[in-house]
């Protein structure tokens, strides 16, 4: 069974690209939603896990009474936290989901972009919601945008060559050229390994690799269900259209703390 990269080597894949994270982020499309959940708990305690450079963490910290953002990379924390100076209810802590240590439960746990990907191993994903489930209040809610593909992409991933997407980004005024591969290497376990290679006029190219878990519906609710979450909602995309198997282009998932 496949073991999870070790904190080491998820740290060294941030830092390699913390400098293009934030520009090949800018067509996600995801900060309208991550703001509307926001305002769904306007004035609660709200945890965000896998923070990175604070994106998301920006537009949800207004309607939060207090905020908390979790990386486990002191490089996107670096360029995060210019971005939370306008928040003093906010703040952002260096750590690791699988050990939460918080006095209080929070309202919301949100985790954008699935930082979950990174955790490979089945028995470190239930301790991460384990995790997850202690420190929410009672009727508290979750809300992972995990990482999952459709039965059209998972064919790209799986065929030879894997799946390759070219785009380009602009950084600091200079335009970046990045190639992202995707490939399958457990079909069992739902590991692939991606890797992301950055290109600047007149500089060596930059190239990140890791390797990642997506998520299968069916593992998903059973590893929510065992940790005591109840998934309330499944959206397929970040307008909230309910989630299509053969369709959709995200699995974004709600889900409350069963009552304890």
Known sequence: MPESAGRGAIEAYYREVAPFYDADLTARGDLEFWRRIAEQHKGQRVL????????????????????VALDLSPELLDLAVPRLAPFPHAHF?????LALAFREPFDLIVAANDPLSHIT?????????????????????FVLDALWMSPAAARAVESRGG??????????????????????????HHQCSAQYAYHRPGCRPVIAEFEARDWSPIEL????????????ELWGDYQGAPWNPETSSQLIVSATATSR
């Open 163 to 188: 799946r390759v997407e070219r785009r380009t980004s602009t950084v600091n005024g200079q335009r970046v050229a990045v190639v992202e591969r995707w490939e399958r290497t457990s079909r069992q």
């Open 48 to 67: 965000e896990l896998g923070a990175g450079t604070g994106r998301v963490t920006a537009v949800m910290a207004p309607a939060a009474s207090m905020l």
């Open 221 to 232: 609710l059973a590893r929510f269900g065992r940790a005591g979450l109840t998934v309330a």
């Open 121 to 141: 191993d089945p028995a470190e994903r239930d301790q991460v919601l384990a995790e997850v489930v202690r420190n929410l209040a009672p009727g508290g809610r």
């Open 93 to 97: 802590l260096r750590g690791d989901m």
